[in-house]
């Protein structure tokens, strides 16, 4: 199995709103590092039914990428955990504790990513009538929510390098400078607090703060992985920069 998401996800994704008061549920904590070996590579999570109806919640891992763009790629990831219970029944106002088992490599080299996926079932769990063989009832309105999972392993540290900087390589966007940046480190890089220092080649120079790079600024950069940003150019500058240097705050 394998599907694609866009990867506006800051630990969690809820896929699907109800308008109206339904069945809802919560899943905690949205994201929880794992070791790979000893007592800690047993979590614990809750599922909170927070509406007014029973639901039903299932709950599966997902292996996760991301692409240059950050878009988000999955493929089954369930043998590398023992998840349970992996199905629930919760009555309003309940809360059900999964226990989540690392099954996997005990010593990887670099921190592995996953996604926890909690997701409502479709089955209706209204009463059936005096007619009706199965239970009936009105709009199924579906919720998902996407937990982080990482299993670090010793050591963990990023390294996030400038691959490149030039010209917004699409020709159909608003021109703009395209930023690669290269996490060569074996854990997760979170970009807070990002600053980018520009040098054009007539020595002028120009500083961009994190409000100014709000798609920057916060994202996440997985251990190995490459991603690129398109930035408009800074206010009178038409040509690429010389250099650029870039810091941020690290966990």
Request: no cysteine.
């Amino acid at each position: 199995m394998k599907f694609s998401l866009s990867s506006l996800l800051l630990s969690a994704v809820l896929l699907a709103v109800p308008a109206f008061p339904a069945s809802a549920f919560e899943l905690l904590p949205i994201s929880r590092e794992f070791a790979p070996a000893g007592r800690n590579a047993t979590q614990s999570y809750e599922v909170v039914n927070d509406g007014d109806e029973p639901l039903a919640v299932e709950l599966s891992m997902l292996r996760r990428q991301t692409d240059i763009n950050g878009t988000e790629t999955y493929s089954s990831g369930d043998d590398d955990f023992l998840i349970y219970p992996t199905q629930i029944l919760l009555e309003p106002g309940k809360t059900q504790s999964v226990r989540v088992t690392w099954l996997g490599d005990p010593q990887p080299t670099t921190e592995l990513s996953y996604r926890l996926l909690a997701e409502q079932l479709p089955i209706n769990l209204d009463q059936a009538d005096e007619n009706q063989a199965r239970p009936v009832g009105g709009v199924q309105v579906l919720l998902r929510y996407l937990g982080s999972v990482y299993i670090r392993p010793a050591n963990p540290a990023a390294n996030v390098v400038l691959e490149t900087i030039e010209p917004q390589p699409d020709a159909s966007q608003p021109p703009g400078l395209a930023i690669t940046l290269n996490n060569q480190g074996n854990a997760r890089a979170v970009l807070r607090n990002f600053h980018l220092h520009l040098v054009l080649p007539t020595g002028e120079s120009v500083s961009l703060q994190p409000e100014q790079l709000t798609n920057i600024n916060n994202s996440v950069i997985l251990a190995g992985h490459l991603r690129r940003f398109i930035i408009p150019y800074p206010n009178g500058f038409s040509v690429s920069p010389t250099t650029a240097t870039f810091e941020f705050d690290s966990e």
